[in-house]
């Protein structure tokens, strides 16, 4: 019997895209605010955001929001963490963040949990808490369709601020929670890291205060040094509250000065001293082996001061710097695509893991053997970069893709969820970064972005050449005849590249029209539509059944699926192999006349991804765009059908 195969097409509309795929504007458009561009002006504070500052110097950040409803994410944020403990103390920032979950004043040994799995949450995605460096978070997330679930919320971040219970018995038994989650670090990454930071922050407490601690202290330190801990620094002028979802945001404000006004600061009180990375004037190095790693990395990492944004001279610079990152990536990822690449992947920016400073990186993965290949590669793009610049189509493209992203952001605003407007504002109090809303931001950058010149962008250029606070990081897996490059080798790669003669960049751009010869159309011969589940279907005069279903989750997103029964289980023999990695390759290597890079500039500025996949049972394709896009993710998809790109160079590459 031969087997009959039916192509599914499953789309879903998240804004206004009706039976007749008409695409309408967005309803979720209004008017932008007006931005002052000079640069001295402020960068404002969302302001459907209330913010506050109790009299003991607890600050609160509140924000209705409705998506997801009948949900609220609060969180106590604390401006402290493994930085500031003494000596007798390595672990205990982290050990007290344990104590919260094992008894408070109103909250007895498991009864907190037992709470939270009542009302229908669950420990891990909905209550939780981190300690790193700077900082401890603790994060709820609770049900709003009962009043008293919210009251109770507020209630255990009070306790957690103010009234933990250190029972003798309860420390000693969580002793072991502690070691065995300090024993489960004890894989590559964690040596690695034990290895890597004494070298990046030499001379720093960074060095010496991983958050996990010492297992020696975990095991043996006396009780009062895990309570002073807490009376030192758990104190509400280095607290913030943050609540933010589906209630009133008054009844909410009132409740939190009701229940957090009687914290009190400790007297004297501890001065909280930031911690400083002393600035080094030759390259550090960092080589470091384990038999558990399965890549080879080489990062060229030049600490510079943190970046602060306060004002529109100083989001601008950080557009600028991003455009710059952006532009160099971009030409990182075209290397890939070639045959017998330097590296498996690379990419540069600015960040940094620490609030002491803020690191231009440039990292590759690289071949076992390729470190210094890999390395020479990445800093022959930098010094390109640098020394001829980057050309107007490169600018316009990434400036295009950057002011969608943010359109695509701003439309989708009425469903941003709670929790990304929680994280935002704890980082508003821990590290004062701006929160001027969507809105303001997409007005700005289309103010700003036709103003921003080529010549602006260039002078951008990140110097990784220099020595000074510069440290170069490689991390190997540990094998007998992999042989580990010397700092001296690792010098010669920068002053061969700094002497090399290098050509401008070529931009490889097709005119070519995205589907250069349109199919003739077909016809719908048969129309259905279920009133109750507001479906269409139809099937197309090539046998296709096409199933529409408008939703309004989402306002700037259409998504599709498509599949037919078959799969690789259909292939036979050495068919079968091709069959099961051919999803794999296809996308990788371009579509119709267009290589991978000619395809990706063709559609920059463009929300749409097409995927196609085959797996066990099936094949078929995955899909999502803006609605805007709608017309052009049909064409990448009618071209993935019928004229899938051969490439033999490329597919060796990536084979």
Known sequence: MQRRHLLFLVIFAVSSLRAGLVCHASSAETALPTVDTADVAVLPFDDATTVGTLPNGLRYYIRENRQPEDRAELRLVLNAG???????????AHFVEHMAFNGSEHFAHNRLIDYMEH???EFGPDVNAHTSFDETVFMLTVPTDRDSIVQTGLEILRDWAGALNFTPSEIDKERGVVIEEWRRGLGASQRVRDQILPVLYEGSRYATRLPIGKKQILENFPHGALTRFYHDWYRPDLMAV?????????????????????????????PRTPAAVSSHETTRFSLVRDK?????????????EPSEIKTVKDYRRSVVEGLWFRMLNARLSEIVQKPN???????TGRGGSIRAVDEYNLTAIVDDHGVSRGLKAVLRECARAARHGFLPSELEREK?????????QYRERSTTESAVYAASRSANFLQDSPVPGIEYIYALNQALLPTITLDEVNTVAPDFFQEKNRVIVVTQPDKNHL?????AELREVFRSVSEEALAPYEDEISEKALVQDPPAAGTIVRRSHDPDLDLYAWTLSNGARIFLKPTDFKDDEVLMGAYRFG?????????????????HFIPALGVGDFTPTQFAKKLAGKQLSVRPYISRLEEGMNAACSPSDFDAMLQTIYLYFTQPRHDPETFDALR
Not at 82 to 92: H, K, M, R, V, Y
Request: net charge negative; with cysteine; charged share 30%.
């Open 400 to 408: 295009k893709k950057r002011l969608r992203g943010l359109e695509r």
């Open 483 to 487: 042989e580990q490059p010397t700092p």
């Open 292 to 304: 558990e790693l399965t890549v080879s990395r080489v990062q060229v990492l030049v600490q510079t």
């Open 119 to 121: 009302i229908g949450m």
């Open 82 to 92: 493994s930085i500031l403990e003494d000596d007798d103390q390595l672990g205990l």
């Open 242 to 270: 943050v609540a933010v979802g589906d209630f009133d945001a008054k009844k909410i404000e009132t409740r939190i000065r009701g229940l957090f006004s009687d914290l009190s600061n400790p007297k004297p009180e501890r």
């Open 341 to 347: 690449p330097p590296f498996i992947s690379a990419y």
């Open 567 to 583: 799969g690789s289980s259909m292939c036979e023999g050495e068919d079968h192999w091709s069959c099961d990695l051919a999803g």
